[in-house]
């Protein structure tokens, strides 16, 4: 791969603060186009949600009353509320993990082994190319089956692997893993592809060991990558949904039923909009902390590292 | 030398807008011919052996009636079934008939999302309400508002293999299987068709999977055989009686246990393993008939077993519905009053999927009584347990989910009887104090 040196000479600062100026006047017009799309399709229905879950709605428009925070008091006192709150955060620290981890492992491996490189890449890559209900119905029908599934099959176990509340979220977390981390593989290759090789040489001449360029020069340039598939990763496994759905539906006894599927459930089964939004708002504040919380933590480290 | 041939940007735009025009022209909707046929717009659920049925019934009425043109529409069962015919009368511009389950019309909101049944535009087409099973059509109303025309009852019902059941000795002299009373004969029987199979569960019902509501399903047809019940007729207390709603889990777990049943069979396995004569009995929906003759199973059928008293079985109806529309065609309307009413009064050769008809003159049609074995368990229209009527309930409802995944474990033994019973009231318990999304309008 070839990193190309970009960094034109600047011109004095008079003439730099007169572009400027221009961009603006020219860029406002780009984005406008843009930011009518973004109001009338994220922040109107923001505000709108709100003002739905602070009603008693129902799925026909109908029933619709200003109820203010009931829905609010009641998805508080409600237990299946909580549960799925909490295994959507299970979900969450149980995949974002190995979804980091493995995603470097992989590409370190594949960065260093020279040969039929393409073939690596496109394996690893490749189960993120395929939709969640061909995912799902590829693990469930064959993979997962307690009596004719591959995996009972192969390791000889007599597992229900999404049948049993102990087994299925981690059931669920491995075909999420093993659907997703290509993603997190592809930057990070992208990210080693990118470290300048004269430093590895420098390295070398000092006589420092492979383990040791991992620590001092590979893991420190992967920092800023590492971060933004951290922050990219939570917040997607935050949203989870598809293959919890497809699988399990929620079930067995809750063990898997995310946040959103309980939205799902009372608002598009249950009829209840009202409330489904309230469940939705409050998962969105939690959104929101998680990723506030994050950009501190970071911007300290950062500082720290500067 | 020869270039690329030359495309010109007035070439390109002149060929892009034939092609669109082309297009335009292929995929509209066949009218048959011109626009002199009337639409009738029909959404179903109807799967499978079901559909086929449907759909041949579908073709008929299109041969016999040349001015109308039906155009059927078939999606998946289930939850998201209702999702979309609640979107579809919420917008008003939804088709003009669908499928239905009785047991749901109590919490759709009928009148927001549905419309009214014109009754008299039925009686011009011909079905009058005392041609109906008198709860089934009772069954049909709101207030007294007729919301739905019923087509017929789909109980829980009982396959047996007759190659196995002969050797167990279980066909009485006529080849059918000999009625059982109580808990004792039932398990006699089980255990002689399992030592006939070498020792596997004689009994396949769909215990657990994906939204099961299998164990709900069995659970609803032996409870209420000792009169148990689940809510009060007013909607607002849970009835449950407990001492019988534990005998009956008690009875399924210990089917379980006793490796009568196999526990760990989904729907589509249970059907599997009937299907290939790996299970002897099949506790299931009347509805798997036709697939199981098809595949040349060697099976009859008969009413669910009387275990707890009286001989009640699970059951819900298929209903016709018009969902709402803000603007009704007159025509269109009345082309789907005859279409409906065509469908009723060939209730005996939509029979042969294995559904009861709700119309009592195809009860009494020498066709229909020919069939076999689906006229086998018809005395079980009187006696079929519907569920309560209120908002939650009826076929893939929150609360036959919520049921099924209470119960489930009970089969399977990881969890008491009691411990399933406490699950299923606290769930019961919620849905009754959550507030009905469609309250009446008092205004």
């Known amino acids: 791969m070839t990193t190309t040196v970009a960094a034109p000479a600047t011109a004095g600062p008079v003439a730099k603060a007169k572009v400027r100026r221009g961009w603006t006047q020219h860029g406002l017009l780009f984005v406008g186009p843009f930011l009518l799309i973004y109001l009338a399709f994220l922040v109107w229905p923001t505000i709108l949600g709100f003002q739905m879950s602070l009603s008693s709605v129902n799925i026909a428009g109908g029933n619709n009353h200003f109820i203010g925070f009931d829905n609010y008091a009641e998805a508080f006192a409600d237990p299946r509320m909580w549960r799925s709150l909490w295994n959507t955060l299970v979900f969450t620290v149980l995949s974002t993990i190995p979804l980091v981890l493995l995603g470097l492992v992989l590409a370190l491996l594949v960065h260093n082994v020279r040969f039929v490189q393409w073939l690596w890449r496109l394996s690893f890559f490749g189960p993120f190319l395929l939709p969640s209900a061909v995912i799902a119905i590829l693990w469930l029908q064959m993979i997962y089956p307690p009596d004719y599934g591959l995996l009972n099959g192969t390791l000889g176990t007599d597992i229900l692997w999404l049948g049993d509340p102990s087994t299925a979220m981690w059931s669920i977390v491995l075909t999420t893993v093993w659907w997703t981390v290509g993603f997190n593989f592809l930057l990070y290759l992208a990210a080693l592809q990118s470290i300048p090789t004269h430093l590895y040489e420098a390295a070398d001449i000092d006589g420092a060991s492979g383990w040791d360029k991992l620590r001092s020069i590979t893991l420190p340039l992967l920092r800023r990558t590492t971060v933004l598939i951290v922050v990219l990763q939570l917040v997607a496994s935050l949203k989870v949904f598809d293959q919890i759905y497809l699988m399990t539906g929620g079930g067995p006894q809750d063990a898997t039923r995310p946040i959103i599927e309980y939205a799902y459930d009372v608002g598009f089964t249950g009829y209840r909009i009202g409330y489904a939004s309230a469940v939705s708002y409050i998962l969105f504040v939690l959104i929101v902390i998680v990723s506030l919380a994050q950009l501190r933590l970071f911007r300290k480290r950062e500082e720290v590292a500067s | 030398m020869h270039g690329p041939p030359d495309i010109t940007r007035r070439h390109l735009l002149g060929g892009s807008l034939a092609l669109l025009g082309a297009a335009a022209t292929g995929c509209a909707i066949p009218m048959g011919l011109g626009s002199s046929q009337t639409r009738v717009k029909y959404w179903h659920f109807l799967g499978a052996s079901d559909g086929i049925i449907m759909n041949k019934m579908v073709g008929a009425f299109a041969k016999d009636n040349p001015d109308i043109f039906v155009e059927e529409n078939v999606l998946q069962w289930g939850e998201p079934f209702y999702t979309k015919v609640a979107m579809a009368g919420a917008g008003g511009r939804s088709p003009d008939l669908a499928s239905f389950h009785l047991a749901r019309l109590a919490g759709i909101g009928a009148g927001q999302i549905l419309d009214p049944i014109d009754v008299k535009l039925l009686e011009e087409a011909g079905l009058r309400g005392a041609d109906f099973s008198p709860p089934i059509w009772e069954r049909a109303h709101l207030d007294g508002v007729l919301y739905a025309i019923p087509f017929d009852a789909h109980p829980m019902v009982e396959y047996y293999n007759t190659d196995i059941c002969q050797k167990a000795g279980l066909l009485g002299p006529d080849g059918k299987l000999a009625p059982t009373n109580g808990v004792d004969e039932l398990i006699a029987r089980l255990t002689k068709a399992k030592d006939v199979m070498g020792g596997k569960p004689p009994l396949a019902f769909d215990a657990l999977g994906l939204g099961t509501v299998?164990?709900?399903?069995?659970?609803?047809?032996?409870?209420?055989?000792?009169?148990?019940?689940?809510?009060?007729?007013?909607?607002?207390?849970?009835?449950?009686?407990?001492?019988?709603?534990?005998?009956?889990?008690?009875?399924?777990?210990?089917?379980?246990?006793?490796?009568?049943?196999?526990?760990?069979?989904?729907?589509?396995?249970?059907?599997?393993?009937?299907?290939?004569?790996?299970?002897?009995?099949?506790?299931?929906?009347?509805?798997?008939?036709?697939?199981?003759?098809?595949?040349?199973?060697?099976?009859?059928?008969?009413?669910?077993?009387?275990?707890?008293?009286?001989?009640?079985?699970?059951?819900?109806?298929?209903?016709?519905?018009?969902?709402?529309?803000?603007?009704?065609?007159?025509?269109?309307?009345?082309?789907?009053?005859?279409?409906?009413?065509?469908?009723?009064?060939?209730?005996?050769?939509w029979a042969v999927a294995g559904h009861v008809p709700a119309y009592l003159p195809a009860l009494e049609e020498p066709d229909y009584l020919a069939l076999q074995p689906q006229s086998e368990y018809r005395s079980v229209i009187t006696e079929v347990a519907l569920d309560p009527q209120v908002w939650f309930a009826g076929s893939a409802s929150r609360m036959w989910i919520e049921f099924g995944e209470a119960f489930s474990p009970v089969i399977a033994g990881t969890r008491t009887p009691e411990e399933g019973l406490a699950a299923a009231k606290a769930s019961l318990n919620r849905l009754m104090s959550a507030p009905n999304p469609f309250p009446e309008e008092r205004s």
């Open chain 2, 214 to 349: 299998g164990p709900w399903r069995v659970w609803y047809s032996l409870y209420p055989q000792s009169g148990g019940t689940l809510v009060s007729d007013d909607g607002t207390t849970v009835t449950i009686d407990d001492a019988k709603a534990l005998e009956a889990l008690r009875l399924m777990q210990r089917l379980g246990k006793e490796g009568l049943c196999d526990w760990r069979t989904d729907y589509g396995a249970s059907v599997a393993k009937f299907t290939n004569g790996e299970a002897a009995f099949l506790w299931n929906g009347d509805w798997e008939t036709t697939g199981l003759k098809e595949r040349g199973t060697p099976f009859s059928m008969t009413r669910f077993p009387t275990v707890f008293g009286t001989g009640a079985a699970q059951a819900d109806c298929h209903a016709f519905v018009l969902p709402h529309q803000r603007a009704r065609d007159p025509e269109v309307e009345r082309a789907t009053y005859r279409f409906i009413a065509y469908l009723v009064k060939n209730s005996a050769d």
